[in-house]
């Protein structure tokens, strides 16, 4: 996922998501994955990812909750109702 496009990470911030399901060999993933990162990351990187995660840990439902309304009631999708009102004031 791309941190800095879809949440509030620096530029070049991004997140590997995986989850062992039996669908995905993680042990494989883990290889490629140390294979192509970087040896000179960006601390100031790794930081915005990780405040970039604890924003949606901590308010995430009520952010896309109000993106998702913000996006039906720009096209006139969507009157305020109990399950789409904007949390944004």
């Known amino acids: ?10 530029s070049q ?3 590997l998501h995986a ?4 669908l995905v060999d993680l042990d494989r993933l883990d290889a490629a994955f140390q294979a192509l990162m970087t040896t000179s ?5 790794h930081a915005s ?3 970039a995660r604890a924003l949606m840990e901590r308010e995430g439902a009520g952010l896309v909750e109000a993106a998702t309304w ?6 006139g999708a969507c009157s305020p109702t109990p ?3 904007p949390s944004i004031p």
């Not at 989850?19 to 039996?22: A, F, I, K, L, P």
């Not at 913000?70 to 096209?75: E, F, P, R």
């Open 70 to 75: 913000a996006a039906a009631a720009s096209t």
């Open 19 to 22: 989850v062992d399901r039996g």
């Open 41 to 45: 990351a960006s601390g100031l990187i």
């Open 49 to 51: 990812l990780d405040q």
């Open 83 to 85: 399950r789409c009102t």
């Open 13 to 15: 911030g991004a997140m």
């Open 1 to 10: 996922m791309s941190g800095h496009k879809t949440l509030t990470a620096f």
